[in-house]
């Protein structure tokens, strides 16, 4: 089993619609989350981290996080062409060690 | 704002050749790591480093060495290259150790081996 999973996509969502990114991890120790998002030909840029069960919002983009279900989500509101990107889920299994995800890649439709 | 430089964005090098791929960071951050990225493998942890002259592998370090003689500085070292080398290299930077340890990442170098 992958340590962290995301479905690669295509995510295909219209332009305005919530596009949904899911993420899930083997490593129950795991303590803090991030979301990356990053462009064709471009690095990785953080958009969000999260540590606590919930949610975090941060403009358009809500991240949820359930550790009892080993997941972690990032919700992107009011999708736009530009948030056509893959996007990278991360955690950290105790250490200061990354484990990245492959990315699920994401489509918004204009 | 955090800035992470690497020293080429392309590169191509023939087998066998020595390789060295820089890394700067200008945050005074602790911590520096070397990934290769590679299709449908993601993000691939190869080196990092948590204080000057200190290293440690992370999961693919074979073929690969590092040097970090200043804080700011991290170099990594394809001994001699060869074509399953060819990828995109990422450098990142990150400043602490805590639970909001962020990664900031540098612009990539695409290396191909021939």
């Known amino acids: 089993q992958k340590e962290v999973e995301q479905n690669s996509g295509p995510l295909s969502v219209p332009e305005g619609a919530i596009a949904s990114l899911n993420c899930t991890y083997s490593d129950r120790g795991s303590q803090s989350f991030f979301w990356y998002r990053q462009y064709s030909g471009k690095s990785p840029e953080l958009i969000m981290f999260i540590y606590s069960n919930g949610d975090k919002e941060d403009g358009r983009f809500t991240a949820q996080l359930n550790k009892a279900s080993q997941y972690v989500s990032l919700l992107i509101r009011d999708s736009q062409p530009s948030d056509s990107a893959t996007y990278l889920c991360?955690?950290?299994?105790?250490?200061?060690?990354?484990?990245f995800g492959t990315g699920t890649r994401l489509k918004v439709l204009a | 704002d955090v800035k992470v430089t690497q020293s080429s964005r392309y590169l191509v090098k023939r087998t066998g050749e020595k390789v060295f791929l820089e890394c700067v960071q200008d945050m005074d951050h602790e911590n520096m790591f070397w990934y290769r990225q590679d299709p449908g493998l993601g993000l691939r942890l190869i080196y990092f480093?948590?204080?000057?002259?200190?290293?440690e592998k992370g999961d693919i370090p074979e073929g690969y060495s590092v040097s970090r003689e200043k804080k700011e500085r991290f170099s990594l070292i394809l001994e001699s290259a060869s074509t399953n080398q060819t990828s995109m290299y990422l450098c990142?930077?990150?400043?602490?150790?805590?639970?909001?340890?962020?990664?900031?990442f540098g612009p990539g170098t695409r290396l191909t081996v021939l």
């Open positions: 990142a930077s990150s400043a602490s150790r805590g639970m909001s340890d962020t990664q900031y």
């Open positions: 991360a955690v950290i299994p105790g250490t200061y060690k990354y484990i």
């Open positions: 480093s948590y204080d000057v002259k200190m290293k």
